[in-house]
């Protein structure tokens, strides 16, 4: 293990660490455009000059690799270093567009950030002499502006080395470089959106979000993505209780810096046509304690004969305290709609997304709840033995199969949060919050148990469905000693053994895998 000084620090990095990641581990930035963590180096943009020691001049600190004894003077510590990345940025700035004030990337932009930091410097060329380049281009999903590009083929290089489609390339070499599609066509593959991330000023820019928001007036909320069940770290970026886009965030183990274009879009599906109010069937408004004591009566009358039907989009939390619910009632538990378990493994392309498309079928197996099977489970729905279904999403009426069972139950009751006509075979339905407005876990195909937050709250009555079901635990004289949805994970924890030794806080931003030997020093 190498040992360098940064800045008068002394540090120890592992074999092959480059001075700009041993920067960060010292607490130093160095400023950069062209590197990536995710990405192979290419060191072209000359932005992370930093001084060695020994050496005769100035290095990239992205290409450079520690070595022994290293001595090393940022940007923080060395005139030459700091001098260099402002004769950069005037570089960089002679040609660029006087474009901040309209431009989408104002907020996020590097090269914004960079100048108040590195530059300050006043321009030594008047606006008619710039060069003039492309400027909204449509290429598919996002637009290209070529006269804000800084030439630092992030792009490219994702091309090339993650979806291996090398849709972009360099044109018209020397000053006039820019970037450009592959014989002018557009991109056409579902990743697009990471080359809006991967662009570091506002070449690039996303036509979903484009004239939406200024980012500024954006909150961000950890998550995770419910698109499969890869389980993508992500961040939501929303305001006054609407999601306007959904991000990547960096975790090696799981999607490093990436992620899916059908991900990004769910957070359309979140505002529109929810369900706010309890009803019955034709839509007749009822108090959400009225017909919470009415499917207690009726749990309590079917007993055995009544059935349980939980959802892999539901939470972990959300499982353990349905299937408690279905104990405390005696009925019968199953959620293998459409037996998602049986693809939770297999790949849908060879990046991110999976075949499972939905978040927790483990979390749910590893919970217990496919037992009697839903094939037996729905067969006895249609043949009168089932009394009372109780559905934790009501999307499941969505699935003709439970839609048909459905007909021959006496009383079916759904947790839902979105509005149809499927609805109309429930006889009680009660609004449900979405995973962006509550608190919970998913575990993803690998086995790794992962933590969303709460972004904004739910709209009308809606509530967590692990609180539902305890509202119903407590009317029928069983209640769960939580108040949270970190206090059910504890208590699931206790009783479940891939779980065990494992809270909330302990799972951290980047949650754990099970079996996991860091598992049990990461608990609160």
Same mark, same amino acid.
């Given at each position: 293990?190498?040992?360098?000084?940064?800045?008068?620090?002394?540090?120890?990095?592992?074999?092959?660490?480059? !001075?700009?990641?041993?920067?960060?581990?010292?607490?130093?930035?160095?400023?950069?455009?062209?590197?990536?963590?995710?990405?192979? !180096?290419?060191?072209?943009?000359? #932005?992370?000059?930093?001084?060695?020691?020994?050496?005769?001049?100035?290095?990239?600190?992205?290409?450079?690799?520690?070595?022994?004894?290293?001595?090393?003077?940022?940007?923080?510590?060395?005139?030459?270093?700091?001098?260099?990345?402002?004769?950069?940025?005037?570089?960089?700035?002679?040609?660029?567009?006087?474009?901040?004030?309209?431009?989408?990337? $104002?907020?996020?932009?590097?090269?914004?950030?960079?100048?108040?930091?590195?530059?300050?410097?006043?321009?030594?060329?008047?606006?008619?002499?710039?060069?003039?380049?492309?400027? &909204?281009?449509?290429?598919?999903?996002?637009?290209?502006?070529?006269?804000?590009?800084?030439?630092?083929?992030?792009?490219?290089?994702?091309?090339?080395? &993650?979806?291996?489609?090398?849709?972009?390339?360099?044109?018209? @070499?020397?000053?006039?470089?820019?970037?450009?599609?592959?014989?002018?066509?557009?991109?056409?593959?579902?990743?697009?959106?990471?080359?809006?991330?991967?662009?570091?000023?506002?070449?690039?820019?996303?036509?979903?979000?484009?004239?939406? #928001?200024?980012?500024?007036?954006?909150?961000?909320?950890?998550?995770?993505?419910?698109?499969?069940?890869?389980?993508?770290?992500?961040?939501?970026?929303?305001?006054?209780?609407?999601?306007? @886009?959904?991000?990547?965030?960096?975790?090696?183990? +799981?999607? %490093?810096?990436?992620?899916?274009?059908?991900?990004?879009?769910?957070?359309?599906?979140?505002?529109?046509?929810?369900?706010?109010?309890?009803?019955?069937?034709?839509?007749?408004?009822?108090?959400?304690?009225?017909?919470?004591?009415?499917?207690?009566?009726?749990?309590? *009358? *079917?007993? $055995?004969?009544?059935?349980?039907?939980?959802?892999?989009?539901?939470?972990?939390?959300?499982?353990?305290?349905?299937? %408690?619910?279905?104990?405390?009632?005696?009925?019968?538990?199953?959620?293998?709609?459409?037996?998602?378990?049986?693809?939770?493994? +297999?790949?849908?392309?060879?990046?991110?997304?999976?075949?499972?498309?939905?978040?927790?079928?483990?979390?749910?197996?590893?919970?217990?709840?496919?037992?009697?099977?839903?094939?037996?489970?729905?067969?006895?729905?249609?043949?009168?033995?089932?009394?009372?279904?109780?559905?934790?999403?009501?999307?499941?009426?969505?699935?003709?199969?439970?839609?048909?069972?459905?007909?021959?139950?006496?009383?079916?009751?759904?947790?839902?949060?979105?509005?149809?006509?499927?609805?109309?075979?429930?006889?009680?339905?009660?609004?449900?919050?979405?995973?962006?407005?509550?608190?919970?876990?998913?575990?993803?195909?690998?086995?790794?148990?992962?933590?969303?937050?709460?972004?904004?709250?739910?709209?009308?009555?809606?509530?967590? @469905?692990?609180?539902?079901?305890?509202?119903?635990?407590?009317?029928?004289?069983?209640?769960?000693? $939580?108040?949270? $949805?970190?206090?059910?994970?504890?208590?699931?924890?206790?009783?479940?053994?891939?779980?065990?030794?494992?809270?909330?806080?302990?799972?951290?931003?980047?949650?754990?895998?099970?079996?996991?030997?860091?598992?049990?020093?990461?608990?609160?």
């Amino acid at each position: 293990m190498p040992k360098c000084t940064i800045d008068g620090k002394e540090i120890e990095v592992a074999p092959g660490t480059s !001075v700009i990641q041993a920067a960060e581990q010292a607490g130093v930035r160095v400023p950069r455009f062209c590197y990536h963590d995710d990405l192979p !180096v290419d060191g072209n943009c000359r #932005m992370c000059m930093v001084e060695i020691e020994k050496f005769p001049k100035l290095q990239i600190a992205c290409g450079t690799p520690v070595s022994e004894g290293m001595v090393i003077k940022t940007q923080v510590t060395s005139e030459k270093a700091k001098n260099a990345q402002k004769d950069t940025l005037e570089f960089l700035l002679v040609n660029h567009p006087i474009d901040c004030p309209v431009c989408d990337q $104002a907020g996020e932009c590097y090269l914004q950030d960079q100048y108040m930091d590195h530059g300050l410097h006043d321009s030594r060329i008047v606006l008619e002499d710039k060069i003039q380049k492309r400027k &909204v281009v449509d290429i598919g999903p996002i637009l290209l502006d070529a006269e804000r590009c800084v030439v630092c083929s992030r792009c490219l290089r994702y091309e090339r080395e &993650v979806t291996k489609t090398n849709l972009l390339e360099f044109v018209n @070499r020397g000053g006039s470089t820019q970037i450009s599609t592959y014989n002018g066509g557009s991109i056409t593959h579902e990743y697009a959106g990471n080359l809006v991330d991967v662009c570091p000023v506002g070449a690039l820019l996303s036509k979903d979000f484009r004239f939406k #928001m200024r980012v500024w007036f954006l909150k961000e909320t950890d998550s995770i993505c419910p698109g499969c069940s890869t389980g993508c770290n992500m961040t939501i970026d929303h305001r006054d209780g609407e999601a306007y @886009r959904f991000r990547p965030r960096r975790n090696v183990e +799981v999607n %490093k810096s990436w992620m899916c274009d059908p991900g990004r879009d769910l957070y359309k599906t979140i505002g529109s046509g929810r369900v706010t109010t309890a009803h019955r069937t034709g839509g007749a408004v009822a108090a959400q304690s009225e017909l919470i004591d009415e499917m207690v009566a009726k749990l309590q *009358a *079917a007993g $055995a004969h009544s059935a349980f039907l939980a959802s892999p989009r539901a939470s972990n939390e959300d499982a353990f305290a349905f299937k %408690k619910l279905a104990l405390v009632v005696g009925g019968r538990l199953d959620f293998r709609v459409g037996n998602p378990q049986d693809k939770v493994k +297999v790949r849908k392309d060879e990046i991110l997304q999976r075949e499972d498309r939905h978040p927790n079928t483990q979390g749910l197996i590893d919970l217990g709840l496919g037992v009697t099977g839903v094939e037996a489970l729905l067969g006895d729905c249609k043949a009168g033995k089932v009394q009372v279904l109780v559905l934790q999403d009501g999307a499941m009426l969505q699935d003709p199969a439970v839609a048909e069972a459905a007909k021959n139950v006496a009383y079916v009751a759904a947790m839902a949060t979105h509005q149809g006509s499927h609805l109309s075979a429930a006889h009680a339905v009660l609004p449900a919050a979405m995973w962006v407005e509550t608190d919970g876990t998913f575990t993803n195909f690998d086995q790794r148990v992962q933590r969303f937050k709460r972004a904004f709250e739910a709209p009308g009555d809606a509530k967590p @469905r692990w609180e539902i079901a305890l509202d119903l635990l407590a009317r029928l004289g069983k209640p769960m000693n $939580a108040a949270t $949805a970190g206090d059910v994970f504890v208590e699931m924890a206790v009783e479940t053994k891939a779980y065990a030794d494992l809270t909330h806080r302990g799972l951290g931003p980047m949650g754990r895998g099970q079996g996991d030997p860091a598992k049990a020093q990461a608990t609160a």
